[in-house]
C-alpha cells in the first residue's frame, strides 16, 4: 500500500526496514542496537523522521512505511505539523480475526543485507499487536485491489 500512495502522491517510499538494512553490515552498531531497549524500532523511526524532514523541507510529499506504533506516529505527525504538511495516517493491519485464515503468502520483499519475514514471526507480532486507527485502516486480508481503491479514494479525495 506505501507504494500505492507514492504513485499517487508521485513521491518515493521511505521503509524503516530498508533504512535499517543499511546499518546490518556493521558489528559494532548492531550491537549497540540489540543493547538499547527497543533500539531497531527507535533508531529506525528517528532516521524516517529525519529523511522525512528533509524531503518536507524542499515541500515535497514523502510516504513512510513501517510497523508504527503510537509513538512513531506522534513522531511523523510532529515532524509533519513542523513543517505545515499534512499527515495521514493509513493502517494496513493483519487483525486477529482474520489471522487464522490467511496462508503464508511466501512474499519477498529482497532487501539486501535484511532478512525476509516468516509467517511466524507476522503471528507473534499480531499476538502483541494493539490496533491503531489511522485516517484509513485497510484489513490485509481483503483483497489487494479493494484496499488499493480505497487508498487511491482518500489520497484523491486530499
Known amino acids: 500500500m506505501a ?6 502522491l508521485g513521491t518515493a517510499v521511505v521503509a524503516h526496514d530498508w533504512a535499517m538494512s543499511g546499518l546490518r553490515s556493521y558489528p559494532a552498531i548492531q550491537a549497540a542496537l540489540e543493547d538499547m531497549e527497543w533500539g531497531h524500532r527507535l533508531v529506525g523511526w528517528s532516521i524516517l523522521a529525519a529523511l522525512a524532514r528533509a524531503q518536507l523541507v524542499e515541500n515535497r510529499s514523502v510516504v513512510l512505511d513501517g510497523v508504527a506504533r503510537a509513538a512513531q506516529g506522534e513522531q511523523c505527525g510532529a515532524v509533519a505539523r513542523e513543517a505545515g ?3 495521514l495516517v493509513i493502517t494496513t493491519p493483519v487483525l486477529r480475526s482474520s489471522a487464522p485464515s490467511l496462508p503464508d503468502r511466501g512474499r519477498q520483499r529482497l532487501i539486501p543485507d535484511w532478512y525476509e519475514l516468516r509467517w511466524e514471526e507476522v503471528e507473534h507480532a499480531i499476538a502483541g499487536w494493539e490496533h491503531a486507527e489511522g485516517d484509513l485502516n485497510l484489513d490485509a486480508a481483503q483483497p489487494w485491489s479493494d484496499n488499493e481503491v480505497a487508498l487511491r479514494r482518500l489520497l484523491a479525495d486530499r
Not at 3 to 8: G, N, R
Request: no cysteine; glycine share 0%; charged share 10%.
Open 3 to 8: 507504494t500505492v500512495a507514492a504513485d499517487v
Open 85 to 87: 504538511a499534512a499527515f
